[in-house]
């Protein structure tokens, strides 16, 4: 009987180091995993804080980069179109009623220099008081001769083609042309019209 009590209390002790060495194990391993949490939500804070600051400096480099762009572009312009042989073209729109913009034809001395097709959006805009630059050149001092040529859409929508001619004096300086497209109400036609800005 006290071999069975000493069996029993040697079982017992056993289940209870057991348990105890169980317990101390489930604490470590708790106490390693709380740890590694730490551990784990610090480096995520540290990555985070990285890639806000890599943020911070790709947003800045974008910055100077368009600054730059922005720099180059004016250079460009002054290299290619010094200011006293520049020349530049405009055209604007007022009411628009009896004309629908479809393309434009620039010829400077017979020479065609530009072209161009109109979206809906565009012709809004231009509809709304818009100004578009629609070619910029060179131009000796002299006598040029502009002709523009207007397609589109006329009085009660059949197709109109129309096109006005001027002949201008470069002197030295800028020189800036306004091609303008107004409504003659009077005659229910459009009309087009090239101006010298001053």
Not at 118 to 141: D, F, P
Request: glycine fraction near 6%; include cysteine.
């Amino acid at each position: 009987m006290a071999r069975r009590i000493f069996f029993s209390l040697g079982i017992c002790l056993l289940f209870a180091f057991s348990a105890v060495m169980s317990a101390q194990a489930l604490s470590a391993e708790t106490e390693v995993t709380l740890t590694a949490t730490l551990e784990s939500e610090a480096a995520e804070a540290e990555l985070r804080n990285r890639f806000r600051a890599i943020d911070e400096d790709v947003q800045d480099l974008k910055k100077e980069v368009l600054d730059l762009n922005r720099d180059l572009f004016l250079l460009e312009e002054d290299l290619l179109f010094p200011a006293n042989s520049q020349v530049a073209f405009f055209i604007s729109m007022d009411i628009g009623e009896y004309f629908e913009l479809d393309s434009v034809n620039i010829k400077i001395d017979g020479k065609e220099v530009a072209n161009y097709l109109y979206t809906e959006r565009e012709v809004g805009a231009l509809m709304r008081g818009g100004v578009q630059r629609v070619h910029m050149a060179n131009l000796k001092t002299g006598d040029h001769e502009l002709t523009a040529v207007f397609t589109g859409k006329g009085p009660h929508t059949r197709d109109y083609r129309r096109g006005a001619t001027m002949i201008f004096n470069k002197g030295i300086g800028a020189k800036y042309l306004e091609l303008e497209i107004t409504d003659r109400v009077r005659k229910q036609q459009p009309e087009f019209v090239i101006k010298e800005w001053e």
